[in-house]
């Protein structure tokens, strides 16, 4: 019996053994995350095209599609035409002024005849002070008439430019009317469906750039030390053999403030102490799903 007893202890500690040196041990663990935009109409109307499916991956700059522009554009046919009309009514100055300038320049002519008429005694100062008096007067007209003329052009103009402002204001609903994706990513969800009517706000699609995950953990008080900015770690997930799968990746963020431990972690004892939330990147081949659990080593 104390033979068979301490062959069952012996073999209790050999089992023991193994289990410990085959567990792995990890400095901290968390979830994968990524940083997610939701993408939103800026137009009002019906949803033309939308070509955006889930799991789809987009380029910075590509069109997706379009949000009904047909009233935006007549209107801005409109405001184009009432620019063409306004326009035509413009005074040409050059022209109306034409006559008294012509006027002018024959008064002044006449003037120079009596002056040298006068120097031979061939006129009175009586005709030379008309025509000083006519040129004068001939003068005030022009004057006259070239402010009445653009008072009127400047306020033509005046109408032009807010009108112009009205055209620019309508090219920029048409091209927000465009659907463009901003950045290059994956569609992690979508929102909206062709021939939907949408309204400016209107959340359309939800993308994420998966080229890089971040994996966000938790260390306690006492890890503080061994981590900081920039450090490389070792990345683990499980390989799906009952292994390991191991990366690299860069500490990108330690937060200042300590919070209680995630509710994820299944003990009340581990739930009440305070941890610091950490962010690790990493680089992604598609192997990193938004949610799987990862662990790291420093």
């Not at 040196?21 to 901290?28: G, I, K, M, R, Y």
């Not at 987009?58 to 522009?69: N, R």
């Not at 031979?120 to 006259?144: N, P």
């Given at each position: 019996?104390?033979?068979l007893f301490k062959n ?46 889930e799991g789809q991956s ?241």
């Amino acid at each position: 019996m104390k033979k068979l007893f301490k062959n069952s202890v012996f073999a209790a500690l050999v089992l023991t053994a193994a289990a410990c040196n085959n567990e792995s041990t990890f400095d901290a663990s968390g979830s994968f995350e990524a940083v997610e935009t939701i993408i939103s109409a800026e137009a009002n109307g019906t949803l033309k095209i939308f070509q955006v499916e889930e799991g789809q991956s987009l380029e910075a700059g590509q069109m997706l599609g379009y949000v009904d522009t047909v009233q935006l554009y007549l209107k801005k046919k409109q405001l184009e035409s009432q620019i063409e009309a306004l326009g035509a009514k413009k005074p040409n100055i050059a022209v109306q002024l034409s006559a008294l300038n012509e006027q002018l320049r024959t008064s002044e002519g006449e003037k120079k005849r009596i002056e040298n008429l006068l120097k031979a005694d061939a006129a009175t100062t009586k005709q030379l002070d008309d025509i000083t008096a006519q040129i004068a007067l001939i003068k005030k007209q022009i004057d006259a008439q070239k402010s009445t003329l653009d008072i009127s052009t400047t306020g033509i103009n005046n109408e032009m430019l807010q009108l112009g402002i009205q055209v620019e204001q309508l090219n920029d609903q048409l091209l927000k009317s465009r659907i463009v994706n901003p950045m290059a990513g994956t569609v992690i969800a979508k929102y909206a469906e062709q021939n939907e009517m949408v309204a400016a706000g209107k959340p359309l699609y939800k993308i994420a750039d998966l080229s890089e995950i971040i994996l966000r953990v938790y260390i306690s008080a006492n890890q503080l030390a061994q981590v900081k900015l920039n450090q490389t770690v070792k990345v683990h997930t499980d390989d799906g053999n009952g292994g390991f799968a191991e990366n690299e990746g860069v500490i990108t963020w330690i937060s200042d403030k300590a919070e209680f431990t995630p509710k994820t972690i299944q003990t009340k004892e581990e739930r009440a102490n305070l941890v610091y939330a950490m962010k690790v990147k990493v680089k992604n081949d598609g192997t990193y799903k938004i949610g799987m659990y990862g662990e790291i080593t420093f």
